[in-house]
């Protein structure tokens, strides 16, 4: 089957395509995104001599991640999804890591928060964290992050970057299409642990009247 898998959560742009048994991916590290993700797509499309009308499936990584980034990718895919009239899939972050031992996986959320990823053997937990409790809750765990920063100083861990490669996304994708995990271009929705800024920045105002 031919697959286009995508991920614009974090500062790193995913993108992979697989048709008739050959692979073709990019992993970028930009700030940019939608001035330039549908071309890049359709060069990689042309590399593999296909187009859109001939994947028969796609996927995208829904968060949680970067507010903007999520959004940029998700309305591409959705776009392309209806036009296509192809099935989607949405993707955790963290699922596209394929690890059997337990794993906690950091990402930057806000200024003093983080997402806090946990495998535990079995399957993935999902929660918003504050950096002082960071050290408590990753003492002697394996704990990987995708970026350096100040709050992560007191922490034992590695830095892998990107987490997750473009064709371990691609994989990731084709187990959710094998189990079934898909939804139109109306039912993919964003990933979010924690809500935007500005939500709760609303909710607070309307709890005070």
């Avoid at 983080?114 to 704990?143: A, H, I, M, R």
């Avoid at 995990?181 to 929705?189: E, G, N, V």
Wanted: glycine share 4%; net charge positive.
């Amino acid at each position: 089957m031919n697959f286009l898998a995508l991920d614009t959560s974090s500062n790193w742009i995913k993108i992979a395509i697989q048709a008739n048994n050959e692979v073709a991916t990019m992993n970028l590290r930009y700030n940019r995104r939608a001035d330039f993700l549908m071309v890049e797509i359709d060069h990689l499309l042309r590399s593999l001599n296909i187009s859109l009308k001939d994947l028969d499936g796609m996927g995208c990584v829904s968060g949680p991640g970067h507010f903007t980034g999520l959004r940029s990718g998700l309305a591409s895919i959705k776009a392309m999804a209806f036009a296509s009239s192809l099935k989607i899939s949405a993707l955790p972050y963290a699922e596209c890591l394929n690890v059997c031992e337990p794993t906690i996986l950091l990402r930057r959320a806000r200024r003093g928060w983080w997402y806090f990823s946990e495998f535990d053997g079995e399957k993935w937990y999902y929660s918003l964290q504050p950096s002082q409790k960071l050290k408590e809750l990753t003492l002697n765990k394996n704990v990987i992050a995708e970026e350096e920063a100040e709050d992560l100083k007191q922490i034992d861990m590695k830095i892998k970057e990107p987490i997750f490669t473009a064709y371990e996304m691609l994989e990731a994708l084709k187990r959710a299409f094998e189990m079934g995990l898909t939804y139109d271009h109306m039912s993919l929705k964003p990933f979010y642990v924690q809500r935007p800024i500005a939500q709760e920045k609303l909710m607070k105002g309307k709890n005070k009247l």
